[in-house]
């Protein structure tokens, strides 16, 4: 019975080391935040908190946030998101799959225009793997509990960063190179 | 003079219930920069009156009209942030939903479809149906649908 108890709980623990290590698609948020606390955030210029909230979502198959994701790939984030077209032009599309507007379908044109043939065929080959396995169409809002950003902003830049020799920089997701589920 | 005073507040309704609803003939006019078009379809089988919508930013509450028996394709132009939709009358009943009701957040120079209502008593159910509302949106504003939308919206 201790035996088996013990292999159990060895069977658990390692589990749970696993999940830890696991890349991820998005960088963890302790609390569940919906769009709106996306778009606090980003005007608060909280960008890097604003990216993870929208990845999360983004993931989770919200379009208004999977379009967010294609803006920042555009234009990139300082020391946290190089900018990456193929990125952006497929989360725009993602993004347009299910629900489209003219004002997305535009940027993806203008987005495409910028991609030479090797990066249309990469990005077409991306769009069709990532389409299949990420929900799209939805607006994930919830009854938007005020959230206390400075308080999460505090925290955030509590945390240090090195540089040089030391290198343990803020990094951001793998997000859609490898897509994990 | 009772002709004066019923005109004079049917008047100030329909004021109240059309001053951010966009119907089939209201002139077109472009959006400000901090407004969006909050829009949603309602399914019900019985007529609906004095649809309520909370503003969450300003928390206060405004009235958009009826929906008719079927679908009704309701958009609203309204300044960026969150609304709920939050309640109605039907017959000579009060309906106001629990927590707020269906809350969604509406951005700036989008056209933001939220979602379909099915109405039945005594529950209320939403999911989305673009289609639908494309077609419910083309028939009665082909401009904002050929604006926003871009699929094909000739009426």
């Known amino acids: 019975m201790k035996l088996l108890v013990a292999i159990l709980f060895l069977l658990t623990s390692s589990n749970c080391i696993g999940e830890d290590d696991k890349p991820r698609n998005c960088n963890k948020l302790n609390n569940f935040f919906p769009y709106k606390a996306g778009i606090v955030a980003e005007k608060k210029e909280a960008y890097t908190l604003s990216f993870d909230i929208f990845c999360n979502l983004a993931f989770k198959g919200d379009y208004r946030a999977q379009f967010k994701m294609a803006k920042y790939y555009k234009s990139g984030i300082d020391e946290y998101v190089e900018p990456n077209l193929i990125y952006a032009y497929v989360w725009a599309r993602i993004s347009n799959f299910h629900i489209e507007s003219r004002k997305r379908d535009n940027f993806i044109k203008q987005l495409k225009t910028s991609l030479n043939e090797k990066e249309k065929n990469q990005s077409d080959k991306l769009f069709w793997t990532a389409v299949r396995v990420i929900p799209g169409g939805a607006r994930i809002d919830m009854k938007y509990e005020p959230i206390d950003l400075e308080k999460i902003l505090e925290k955030q830049n509590h945390k240090k960063y090195y540089t040089g020799s030391r290198i343990k920089r803020k990094t951001p997701p793998e997000n859609l190179g490898i897509i994990y589920f | ?155």
Request: with cysteine; glycine share 6%; charged share 25%.
């Open chain 2, 1 to 155: 003079m009772k002709i004066w005073i019923y005109l004079a507040l049917s008047m100030t309704l329909a004021g109240c219930s059309s001053k951010y609803r966009i119907f089939h003939d209201s002139p077109h006019s472009l959006l400000k920069l901090n407004e969006g078009y909050f829009s949603f379809v309602i399914d019900t089988l019985d007529a609906l009156r004095t649809i309520e919508i909370l503003n969450v930013e300003t928390d206060t509450s405004f009235y958009v009209g009826n929906a008719a028996k079927g679908y009704t394709q309701i958009t609203l132009k309204v300044p960026e942030g969150e609304y709920c939709f939050i309640g109605f009358d039907v017959y000579n009943l009060r309906v106001d939903y629990k927590d707020k009701g269906f809350c969604t957040y509406v951005e700036a120079g989008e056209l933001n479809y939220f979602t379909q209502f099915t109405v039945r008593n005594p529950v209320t159910t939403a999911r989305p149906n673009f289609s639908n509302f494309v077609k419910l949106l083309k028939s009665e504003r082909p401009d904002i649908c050929k604006e926003f939308i871009n699929k094909d919206c000739s009426a």
